[in-house]
């Protein structure tokens, strides 16, 4: 541990170390002789529901038992040091931008999400040559949707998408932004491509003709849309430096064992002082990392404004990721370039972190945003 964790917090880590060695581990050893690995999914998901883990990350409204930032931020971290995408069945659906949902939109959405009967995909990312940003036409009780998202993960697969939208009445006068939810097959939604990026994920480009949905299907109020947006998006980046410092302990653990094996010059590479400065480098980042992210994930249950702390911790922790990643592939050489080997694969895996959910240069002009326009922001 980077610093000391509550006893609670830890005997819950020492609980989920011994479910991954009896409940993941053993099942990532079958998943990678398999096509189909839903059913292997699926058993790590009642696993887990019997060990308790499903339901922190669900409100207690909907029989969860939900954890605080800090503990979230150490079990996240050491599902990634397990580096097996069987954890992703461990928590349970969250609730997401629908967490305040209320009345028709709660019952014909959040809650069957909350069931695991329906997912739901975002699209914010508009393409370059759009030839304005999507905009909703209001008028009476419905919005009418026009426009693109072009970057949606897990969209084709999707039941609905919550997409950001400029809301305007029929005189084109602006009212603000809004989040909606829109059905994936209604009319006028359009797949125009579906491509994959090289961590593995899928994802779909969408044109949106016409659309009508009725103005319950909007989150929260008018105007709330681009906020409501960012609040979820925090909570996803603390997740994301999480992960990048669990790649970041798997990495280490990798590394290390291949550089105490016997090397063709005669002695490990883990004998040779060059090696040893980078290796050391990299194990002092990694702890610098790892307290930054506990910090922020305690100012987070502080309950105080943690927007650019969560944003440091994202930016530092998935820079450093890559570098670690980066760095681990130069020291075991050529072979960790070879299609297959578990670098490669988190070499690939790693690289979207610096884009995903902000791109790195963007949240440091919001960081700065904050600081000399708002006088937000800690150290
Ligand atoms: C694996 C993956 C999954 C994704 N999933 C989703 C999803 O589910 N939903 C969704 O909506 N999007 C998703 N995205 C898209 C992602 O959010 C965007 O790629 C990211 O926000 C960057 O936007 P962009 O690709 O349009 O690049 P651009 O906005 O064109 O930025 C490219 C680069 O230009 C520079 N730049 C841009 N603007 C400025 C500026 N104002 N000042 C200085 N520099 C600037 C930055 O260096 C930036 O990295 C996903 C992306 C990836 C890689």
Redesign the pocket.
Known sequence: MPEQLPPDIQAVLTQAKSFLATEVVPREAQRRALDDDAALHRAVREASKEAGFFYKTQPAAFGGRPASALELTALRELWAEANTPLTRSIFGPGPGLLHEAQGELKVSYLDPVMAGEKKG?????EP?DAVRPTWATLNNEALTINGQ?S???GGSTADFLTILVNVEDSEKTKLGTAMVVVDRTAPGVMIDRTFS?M?G?G?AAFRFENVSVPVWHMIGSLGEGMPRALANIQNVRLMVAAEATGICLWTLAYLAEHLDQPHRTGTPLSTKEGVRLRYADLRIETYAARSLLYRVARWVDSGENAVNEVISAKVFCSELAGKVVDTAVQLVGGSALVVGHPLEAMYRKVR?MR?????N??LR?NLAKGYFEMGKGGL
């Open positions: 995909a975002f699209g914010f990312t370059d998202k970057y949606v993960t990026s961590e994920g994802h979207s884009l995903i959910e902000g791109a240069d963007l002009l």
